[in-house]
């Protein structure tokens, strides 16, 4: 389906033949922006890729349209980014990367004084315990029961319970 141009018959839509010869046809101003602006537009860009699945099932990519498949499906390809956008993609991810190696660093960070921060609980508890046999032995020993030693067993429990307490919070 060609359309006539004055001159003669089209061939394309930029040129026409007259009498053997080829005259370039004047484009309007219509098709000259419709041309401009497929040349713009992002789907020129992207590439056109078919996907046809045959009656056994098996699935085939192509960029010419198959013939006698069973099922035929367009399928639309972005184009590749550009090297400005492939930069800022690389330098994010290296953004990224030094990020998650801070976080992961703050994180082991973390739980390193977690558990130094249960041991050390767990010492002092051990402590309270060991400061509270002390007392008990002190008041009940029946050969050495001198004040003073009651005095200091008892400031040492109270130490330790003080020492548990804070580390509890």
């Not at 018959?9 to 930029?14: A, D, H, K, R």
């Not at 050390?120 to 008990?136: I, P, T, V």
Request: one cysteine or more.
């Amino acid at each position: 389906m060609r359309a006539k141009c004055r001159l003669g018959v089209t061939l394309s839509p930029m040129l026409c033949v007259r009498q053997g010869k080829w005259s370039p046809r004047a484009p309007t101003l219509r098709w000259a922006l419709a041309v401009g602006l497929l040349a713009l537009s992002p789907a020129s860009l992207a590439e056109t890729v078919y996907k046809a699945m045959d009656e056994q099932g098996n699935v085939t990519y192509s960029s010419v349209r198959p013939s006698g498949a069973a099922h035929v499906e367009r399928v639309v390809v972005s184009p590749a980014p550009r090297a400005e956008e492939r930069a800022a993609a690389q330098a994010r991810a290296v953004r990224l990367k030094a990020q998650g190696a801070q976080l992961e660093e703050k994180r082991k960070e973390s739980a390193e004084a977690k558990v130094d921060h249960w041991r050390e609980l767990q010492e002092a508890e051990d402590e309270l315990r060991r400061a509270e046999r002390n007392y008990e032995a002190a008041e009940s020993s029946r050969y050495n029961r001198s004040p003073a030693r009651i005095q200091a067993t008892q400031e040492a429990l109270e130490a330790a319970r003080k020492r548990v307490v804070k580390l509890r919070r």
